[in-house]
């Protein structure tokens, strides 16, 4: 049996080392600058309080890097965003960037299957005086969106929809989404990128949810690049954010 030379050694370790951070920039310290400089100095004292939070519960890698919530309360700006959802709410940070972003008649409906990870971050959420443009709906999103789209009045009347949840089925939201999203208004699904593993080799040492889910990832990223009622952007923020804007 041949032995790997050190070289060969050294070229399988780096193959396979899996990114686990939330920046899928090469150098850590790069990543650390952007929030150093631009970043934590600009970060609203709410939105600096929930992430603190979050930091403690055992499912903090759910949570939206602090990057991806500058960008997206700087997106709802530029587009005057009013009428938003979010699928995908864990204990709020993305929620309370787009509350913070809305104006004080804007509205938000964000759903979730767990209720108690929401109401981890409602008191920073109430603290901010945003929790009225919200509407918490617990459970499946499927029913809810199902629902709104057998509505034609729903039809075209959201400015933004944010997805973060079960990536097996984002596909099936986007069937539906696309629908509610206005002509011009935008759809951002996160986790595109998914861990850096959508260019993982077939033998990467991944763990078990990553792996379960990239070819998932891998489908919807196929799907939306021929979408012919989008215009899409893949961007390498957080964990990859790809934006799709309906352009019929």
């Excluded at 970060?43 to 939206?64: F, I, Q, S, V």
């Excluded at 409602?122 to 617990?138: N, S, T, Y």
């Amino acid at each position: 049996m041949a032995t790997k030379t050190t070289q060969e050694q050294q070229s399988e370790a780096g193959r396979h080392q899996e990114v686990g951070h939330k920046s899928l920039l090469q150098s850590d310290a790069l990543y650390q600058y952007i929030l150093e400089t631009s970043v934590y100095p600009r970060e609203p004292e709410p939105m600096k309080e929930l992430r603190e939070l979050t930091a403690k519960h055992p499912w903090n890698l759910m949570t939206t890097s602090a990057d991806e919530g500058q960008f997206l309360t700087m997106l709802l700006k530029l587009i005057n965003a009013k009428n938003t959802m979010e699928i995908g709410v864990y204990t709020g940070y993305s929620l309370l960037a787009t509350a913070l972003a809305l104006p004080d008649d804007g509205k938000i409906l964000a759903m979730d299957i767990n209720r108690e990870n929401y109401e981890l971050g409602l008191p920073v959420i109430q603290k901010a005086g945003v929790a009225h443009k919200i509407e918490f709906k617990e459970g499946p999103a499927m029913p809810v969106l199902d629902k709104l789209v057998e509505d034609e009045k729903n039809h075209g009347s959201y400015d933004f929809i944010f997805v973060d949840a079960d990536k097996d089925n984002y596909l099936n939201y986007h069937k539906r989404l696309i629908e509610l999203v206005k002509v011009g208004g935008l759809i951002g699904y996160d986790n595109t990128l998914w861990n850096g593993s959508v260019v993982a080799p077939p033998d990467a040492p991944l763990r078990k949810y990553v792996r379960y889910y990239r070819d998932f990832v891998l489908e919807l990223n196929k799907a939306l690049a021929v979408d012919p009622r989008i215009e899409i952007c893949m961007l390498p923020v957080g964990d990859g954010i790809t934006l799709c804007r309906r352009v019929k």
